[in-house]
């Protein structure tokens, strides 16, 4: 057990990863959620760390140079408000953030290679009200025990990120090369709890954790092997979203799969992602499958697309129905390999829908930048209402931008849907990080 003292409100909270959350036994949330003070309802849920009620954006640049050291990583937060989020230049000063291991008040000392953000996740783990920030290294030593891996938890507060005492912890026992943190989860796993919960994975699998008395726990291992509705799951999901898709009060899980060899067989092995509609007793099957080949989505399934790489969950048009953002880094355009590209498929009363599909790309008209080879743009993608208005504006990373610094998009959202016209991008150096060979983007919270 890993006993990690810290002076803060107690909470009960049990916990998995984003990348075995089939086996976890998830359940509709219940009336209250995290993220605002005082909320109520599905649409109080996000990340919003100085519970001033507009969403934030935490992004990771695991390849960030700090203080010198080449990977030591870092993260920016950018707060939202009425007119969004911004970068340094076009903002007054403490909308944004660049937090290290060598921020004051951080666990920790930066590195080279801890790789800090290389995962990040977003929950209010303590019920404070406040969502909390979840920040993998999985490059961390532990003294001669290299590659061990270290999770630092940035707790929310009124002041946003950091101002609050912070926790770093490793493994009960830390092995080498074992990347404790290389994945991080936080979300609701039960209705018996009104904090969200944790989980992290390494090369050993996905360890447990709560918190109780002041204390942090570690509960052991996960059983990964059976969805909550009692089907068998494929090893190969890759990532999850949930979110209230057909508005009937209970949040839907979507998850992005690799193919397999019978997708191939099928000309279907691009990617594709698995929708369960939650229930009163959580998410249940069979799934409601979804690809390129899907009638009406746009585009053509194809080998290495890794369509549903990323997935986020959130409402763009305001009509009560929560949309489903789909990356695929490994997309082709035209003779362009592995450029990448993102869509979006729309909620209804049935479900996903196809009806008013989109798909973008940087050669889409008003979409800043040109496609290029390598580019992995949608490696992550986000649906996020950073200035109040009802509808959920997409960002989006392409990491391996411009010889591996990594630039951010951000798609506003309007009645129709998302909008390429308007669209912006903005690097590290606009938030104040070390750009060069940071991956900026290679990891954004859901």
């Known amino acids: 057990m890993t006993n990690v003292s810290r002076k803060k409100v107690s909470a009960a909270v049990a916990s998995a990863t984003f990348l075995l959350l089939a086996g976890a036994g998830i359940v509709a949330a219940p009336a209250s959620y995290a993220g605002v003070p005082g909320g109520t309802s599905a649409v109080d849920r996000n990340s919003d760390f100085n519970g001033d009620g507009y969403d ?19 993260v920016t937060v950018q707060y939202g408000a009425p007119n969004g989020i911004a970068t340094n230049n ?37 019920g404070d009200g406040y969502d909390d920030a979840i920040v993998g290294a999985p490059g961390e030593d532990e003294g001669t025990v290299e590659d061990a891996g270290r999770v630092t938890v940035l707790y929310g507060s009124k002041a946003g990120l950091g101002a609050e005492t912070n926790d770093s912890f490793t493994s009960a026992t830390p092995k080498a090369g074992a990347r404790f943190g290389q994945s991080v989860a936080a ?34 291992t996960l059983n990964t092997t059976t969805h909550p509705g009692g089907h068998r799951l494929q090893p190969a999901y890759l990532t999850t979203a949930s979110g209230d898709i057909n508005h009937d009060g209970y949040d839907d899980l979507v998850l992005g799969q690799l193919s397999s060899a019978d997708d191939k067989a099928e000309g279907d092995d691009g990617g594709k992602i698995a929708v369960y509609y939650g229930s009163s007793e959580g998410p249940t099957g069979p799934a409601d ?18 369509w549903g790489n990323d997935l986020s969950v959130g409402d763009v048009d305001g009509d009560g129905y929560a949309d489903v953002a789909v990356g695929a880094p490994g997309e082709d355009i035209g003779t362009v390999q592995d450029a990448g590209a993102v869509w979006l498929l729309r909620g209804s009363r049935d479900g996903v829908t196809a009806t008013g599909a989109q798909s973008f790309d940087q050669n889409t008209a008003n979409i800043p930048g040109t496609a290029e080879a390598d580019d992995a743009w949608g490696s992550q993608v986000r649906l996020a209402d950073t200035n109040r208005d009802g509808r959920a504006e997409l960002v989006a990373s392409a990491p391996g931008e411009n010889s591996g610094d990594g630039y951010v998009w951000l798609l506003p959202a309007g009645p129709g849907g998302l909008l390429a016209e308007g669209s912006s991008l903005y690097g590290a150096a606009d938030l104040g990080g070390a750009a060069k060979a940071a991956r900026f983007g290679a990891a954004i919270d859901e």
């Open 56 to 74: 934030d954006v935490l992004i990771g640049a695991p390849g960030g140079t700090v203080d010198g050291k080449e990977g030591a990583g870092y």
């Open 90 to 126: 076009t903002v007054p000063k403490g909308r944004t953030a660049v937090i290290s291991q060598s921020t004051p008040g951080v666990p920790g000392t930066s590195e080279t290679y801890d790789s800090f953000g290389q995962a990040i996740a977003t929950g209010d783990l303590d």
């Open 187 to 220: 979300a609701r796993f039960t209705g018996g709890t009104d904090t969200d919960s944790m989980a992290v994975l390494d090369n050993n699998g996905a360890q447990l954790f709560t918190y109780h008395t002041g204390i942090l726990h570690s509960l052991g």
């Open 289 to 306: 499958w979804w690809s390129q080949n899907s009638q009406g989505v746009p585009g053509t399934s194809e080998h290495g697309d890794a």
